[in-house]
């Protein structure tokens, strides 16, 4: 194991404990580039092993409605790509053991200059990437230079990945894996427990990697049963709804958003933490 992977020491300490990771989403600059970068800073100490931090864009092709809303707010404020990785640094300043993972889409990285965005990224403090339109078989155009500078590139599987498919999946997949449990976009359907269980299972057989579960997943009794079977549980629009539910009409955050918002993250992370307790 390289000892500067953070993301691969997260995943060892977790497996020793005996429990998942739990991964919150949130959107930079969502709803504002300030409030957004306290609740950042706020994600570890609410119980997030991981974070995944999502580059807003205008086109997304796998975001629901609550995370389109979310990168709207942002672009509104006026985050950037720049600005994302503005916030990553300034986050590292006062954490350098929480794995961060950004997932987004490829065209504000082409703009940006794929040598000059993983060059970066890396000196920020990303650890990974997700980028949810590029396959593999366009990996020249950012999956390996990605990992050739140090970064993780976590794929995506999706329910209707079969077996000729997957293979293809796997190959140059790093981190982790993101077990997408529905079919369809982010936040709009209830994950289903037990497909998802049966799909952890066969990419455990499939892969060395660890296994997350996201796109499904809103409630601590949820989360507690995917946490039972994958190695993390990955939770953003239910998340990101209760950002907007703290904002006013003109999208500005209402007084407390922070602290709501990292009070669900507490409850989600805990219900992670105690999914195996008791168990075998």
């Keep these: 194991m390289n000892t500067n992977d953070r993301l ?7 497996k020793d404990e005996g429990r998942a990771a ?6 930079a600059g969502d709803p504002d580039a300030a409030t957004s970068a306290r ?20 086109d997304p092709m796998a975001d629901g409605p609550a995370i389109q809303a979310a990168g709207l707010r942002a672009l509104a404020g006026g985050m950037t790509l720049r600005g994302v990785l503005a916030m990553v640094r300034a986050f590292r300043r006062d954490d350098d053991a929480t794995p961060l993972i950004l997932m987004g889409y490829f065209n504000p990285i082409y703009r940006y200059g794929v040598a000059a965005f993983v060059a970066d ?9 997700i980028v949810v339109d590029l396959p593999p078989e366009e990996d020249r155009e950012l999956c390996l230079p990605a990992r050739q500078a140090g970064l993780h590139f976590i794929r995506l599987i999706a329910p209707t990945t079969d077996e000729q498919r997957l293979p293809v999946v796997l190959t140059n997949a790093s981190g982790w ?14 994950v289903p427990e037990e497909a998802a269980h049966q799909a952890v299972a066969r990419l455990h057989a499939a892969s060395d990697l660890p296994v997350g579960v996201g796109f499904g997943i809103r409630t601590p009794e949820q989360a507690a049963a995917i946490g039972r079977v994958a190695d993390a549980v990955v ?13 006013d009409g003109q999208g500005q955050a209402k007084p407390g958003l922070t602290e709501r918002v990292l009070a669900q993250v507490r409850a989600l992370s805990g219900a992670v933490r105690q999914a195996r307790a008791g168990t075998p």
């Design 8 to 14: 691969a020491r997260r995943f060892v300490a977790l």
């Design 22 to 27: 739990f991964v919150p989403y949130v959107t």
């Design 39 to 58: 609740l950042l800073a706020g994600l570890p100490a609410a119980g997030a092993d991981l974070i995944e931090l999502g580059m807003p864009f205008t």
């Design 121 to 129: 990224a890396r000196a920020a403090g990303v650890d990974g990437l």
């Design 177 to 190: 894996l993101y077990y997408v449990s529905i079919t369809g976009i982010t936040g709009t359907r209830a």
């Design 235 to 247: 939770v953003g629009s239910a998340i990101v709804e209760t950002i907007a539910a703290e904002t």
